[in-house]
């Protein structure tokens, strides 16, 4: 049985809400420790998936879920930074 090309769906740590991958922003923890918005996808590291949405975001912080999902506690200037670069994607 062949099945039309799936779209590969992530959750959104945020607001929950299954989207395609393209549809969200990666963020990532690199080997080395930092956090950072991965805007090609292909950093290696352990990843989370969020809307492009600053209101994501911040819930997800709230609800420590990005911490959860990345093993990594984030400063506020990480998160500072992460705004910024979400900004600067659209
Ligand atoms: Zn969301």
């Given at each position: 049985?062949r099945?039309?090309?799936?779209?590969p769906l992530?959750?959104c740590?945020?607001?929950?809400?299954?989207l395609?991958k393209?549809?969200?922003?990666?963020?990532?923890?690199k080997?080395?420790g930092?956090v950072?918005?991965?805007?090609?996808?292909?950093?290696?590291g352990?990843?989370?998936?969020?809307c492009?949405s600053?209101?994501?975001?911040?819930?997800?912080?709230?609800?420590?879920?990005l911490?959860?999902?990345l093993?990594?506690?984030l400063?506020?200037?990480?998160?500072?930074q992460?705004?910024?670069d979400?900004?600067?994607?659209d």
């Amino acid at each position: 049985m062949r099945r039309p090309k799936k779209i590969p769906l992530r959750t959104c740590v945020g607001c929950r809400t299954i989207l395609a991958k393209s549809m969200l922003v990666r963020v990532v923890r690199k080997p080395d420790g930092t956090v950072t918005v991965d805007a090609t996808g292909k950093l290696s590291g352990r990843g989370a998936y969020l809307c492009r949405s600053q209101q994501c975001l911040e819930e997800a912080l709230k609800r420590k879920s990005l911490e959860r999902a990345l093993q990594s506690d984030l400063d506020r200037d990480v998160v500072d930074q992460l705004l910024l670069d979400m900004q600067q994607m659209d």
